[in-house]
C-alpha cells in the first residue's frame, strides 16, 4: 500500500464518528480489501446499536436512515466468521426498515425522528439517504424494496431542470426544507446507484439492472456539467460563489471509475473527469493523511474535514487502482 493511503487510512480511523460515518467508513474499508479493519468497524456498529435494531447509534443519535450504512460490512462480518450475533444485528436491522421505520404513504423512509431546522416537521427526506437504505437493502436480498427507496427519494427531491438532487424536502409542510443541489447529496445518489447496480447484477434482474445504469449515467452526465476545471463542485452546484468541495468530486470519481472497470459506462471520456479529481485532491492532503477542502462535519455547511471525506479518497482509490 502507499505511503499516501495509509495516512488517509490512519486519518479516517483516528477521527470521531456518527452512525452515517461509522458504516460508510466500514464499506470504504471492505471496498479496499481491509477484511479484518471492516469487522473491526462492524464489531463497534453492532456494539453500539439500538433495541430497535439501528447500528452504529451513538449518544442521543435521532437518525433513522443513516445507521444503514453499517448494514453491509455488518452482513459481510457474518459471512466472513459465521457468528451469528452479526447475522442477528444485520437481520434485526432489516427488520427496523422493513416493518417499524416510519414513511410517507408512498413508503419512502424518513431520514430523522426530529427536525433540525426551525418551521419544519421531522416528516423529512434527505438526498443522503439514497446511499443509506438501497444499498444495505439490496444486500439482504430486497432489492425490489431497496429500488422502491431509491427512486422514491428521486422522485420527491430529483430536480427536473438541472438533473441534480436537492437536499431536504419535508413531506409534512409539503416544503423544501433546503431547496439547493447540493453536491454532496448527489454524490450519496451515485454511490447508492453504484451499489444497487452490483446487486441488481448479482440476482440477474436485468430489467433493474438497466433501469438503474440509465439513472446513474444521466444522473452523472448532470453532474459533470458543474464541475470546475480542477475537477471540484461547488458546494451547491449551480451556485459559484459557494465554497469548493472535494467530496462529491471524489465520490463521481468513484462512480466513474468503478463503471469504467464493469465497462458500465460508455459514450464519451469519463475517465479525465475522475482523473482531475484525483490530481486535485492528492494536493489537499496534509502529512497526516487528513483531506482538507471539503465539506466539513459535523454541520456540512461550510469547508472543513471529515471521515466521509476519508471514505470517499478509499473507495475512490480503490477503484482507480
Known amino acids: 500500500m502507499s505511503d499516501t493511503y495509509t495516512r488517509v487510512k490512519n486519518a479516517m480511523l483516528a477521527m470521531q464518528r456518527y452512525s452515517w460515518e461509522q458504516g460508510f467508513a466500514a464499506q470504504a474499508l471492505l471496498e479496499a480489501g481491509e477484511t479484518e479493519l471492516m469487522l473491526a468497524m462492524a464489531h463497534g456498529a453492532v456494539m453500539n446499536r439500538r433495541q430497535d435494531g439501528r447500528l452504529g447509534m451513538l449518544w442521543n443519535e435521532k437518525a433513522i436512515t443513516d445507521p444503514g450504512a453499517n448494514g ?40 430523522n425522528e426530529v427536525s433540525f431546522d426551525e418551521g419544519f416537521s421531522p416528516l423529512q427526506i434527505w438526498a443522503d439517504s439514497c446511499y443509506m437504505i438501497p444499498p444495505f437493502l439490496a444486500v439482504m436480498d430486497e432489492l425490489n424494496e431497496a429500488t422502491k427507496q431509491l ?13 441534480c438532487m436537492f437536499h431536504k424536502y419535508d413531506a409534512g409542510t409539503q416544503k423544501f426544507v433546503r431547496r439547493e443541489l447540493w453536491a454532496t447529496g448527489t454524490g450519496w445518489l451515485l454511490l447508492g446507484t453504484a451499489k444497487l447496480l452490483d446487486e441488481a447484477k448479482r440476482v440477474g434482474d436485468i430489467t433493474a439492472y438497466e ?81 482538507h477542502g471539503v465539506c466539513g462535519a459535523p454541520m456540512f455547511t461550510e469547508q472543513g474535514t471529515s471521515a466521509e471525506a476519508q471514505a470517499a479518497w478509499l473507495i475512490m482509490d480503490a477503484w482507480a487502482k
Open 211 to 291: 433501469t438503474l445504469l440509465q439513472t446513474g449515467q444521466e444522473v452523472l452526465d448532470c453532474m459533470l456539467k458543474y464541475q470546475r476545471d480542477d475537477g471540484l463542485f461547488h458546494n451547491i452546484l449551480d451556485k459559484p460563489d459557494t465554497f469548493t468541495d472535494g467530496t462529491s468530486a471524489m465520490m463521481a470519481a468513484a462512480f466513474i471509475y468503478k463503471g469504467l472497470k464493469e465497462k458500465r459506462l460508455a459514450g464519451r471520456n469519463y475517465k479525465q473527469h475522475a482523473d482531475r479529481v484525483r490530481k486535485t485532491i492528492a494536493k489537499n492532503i496534509d502529512e497526516f493523511g487528513i483531506i
Open 151 to 163: 427512486f422514491g427519494i428521486m422522485n420527491y427531491l430529483r430536480d427536473e431542470e438541472s438533473g
Open 72 to 111: 453491509e460490512a455488518v452482513w459481510r462480518a457474518f459471512e466472513i466468521t459465521d457468528n451469528e450475533v452479526f447475522k442477528n444485528a444485520a437481520h434485526k436491522m432489516l427488520e427496523y426498515f422493513m416493518v417499524f421505520a416510519p414513511h410517507t404513504e408512498d413508503g419512502v423512509i424518513y431520514h
